[in-house]
């Protein structure tokens, strides 16, 4: 059982690289998003993903590129890292959110990554 | 304004007791799921309870239960017999319709609630 798999776990950058971290899922979600948690700030929309060829932003999408080729997979592109952008980052999936039950969010495992 | 309001960064509570984890939140549709995520100090997140804004009965699963009061906008988690394993971060959040239609949703995560169980 895979779920939700994140790539890489843990990054190190320095301000001005660029960088793509991977989020795959096997469970045919059609819903997929990225978040971000820094302490105290609880976890943040940044972009997500409601099926193939569709994204759109959440509350924090400056300095992020999404897209959304395939329903299984939903990389972050950071173009250009900054300090501010340290931070652990989670992917997670849904079902379809159009009438469903519950909507509960899986969760990838986390990426953290640092930018010097 | 925040969606998602918990109010208590840190709560202690001895083994084998209950414990309350404030949440409220801030709403106009009618239509809203409150949810409930366990993070230990490994980081992932883990599931654990839902409310459907439509629900009539409080939610429970196992020792989690969630106490709906919809009037007040408050939708508390109940844990009992708290274990030494239930030490973790909490978070509460909401799913609403982003727009009218309601055809998307956003989660909204509070901040968190660092709970210590005691042994």
């Known amino acids: 059982n895979a779920g939700v798999t994140q790539t890489p776990k843990f990054q190190v950058l320095k301000t001005g690289q660029s960088m793509t971290l991977q989020c795959a899922q096997d469970?045919?979600?059609?819903?997929m998003s990225w978040y971000r948690q820094d302490p105290g700030m609880g976890l943040r929309l940044i972009h997500y993903?409601?099926?193939?060829?569709?994204?759109d932003q959440g509350e924090v999408p400056n300095g992020y590129n999404v897209s959304r080729s395939t329903t299984e997979d939903f990389p972050l592109r950071l173009l250009s890292a900054a300090p501010s952008q340290t931070s652990v980052y989670f992917c997670?999936?849904?079902?379809?959110?159009?009438?469903?039950?519950?909507?509960?969010?899986?969760f990838g495992e986390g990426s953290r990554l640092t930018v010097l | 304004a925040q969606k998602i309001t918990q109010t208590q960064p840190g709560m202690f509570v001895q083994e084998k007791e209950a414990v309350t984890l404030d949440c409220t939140y801030d709403?106009?549709?009618?239509?809203?799921?409150l949810f409930w995520y366990k993070q230990p100090s490994s980081g992932e997140m883990i599931f654990l309870i839902y409310?459907?804004?439509?629900?009539?009965q409080n939610a429970t699963e196992g020792r989690y239960s969630l106490n709906f009061q919809k009037a007040r906008k408050s939708a508390n988690l109940v844990i009992s017999a708290s274990q030494l394993g239930d030490s973790a971060m909490y978070f509460c959040?909401?799913?609403?319709?982003?727009?009218?239609?309601?055809?998307?949703?956003?989660?909204?995560f509070g901040k968190g609630t660092l709970l210590t169980v005691n042994p």
């Open positions: 409310q459907g804004s439509y629900d009539e």
């Open positions: 993903s409601v099926g193939a060829g569709i994204t």
């Open positions: 959040a909401m799913r609403e319709p982003e727009n009218s239609g309601g055809s998307n949703y956003k989660l909204t």
């Open positions: 709403t106009s549709d009618q239509s809203y799921g």
């Open positions: 997670a999936s849904s079902y379809s959110v159009q009438g469903l039950a519950t909507g509960e969010l899986f």
């Open positions: 469970m045919n979600h059609e819903y």
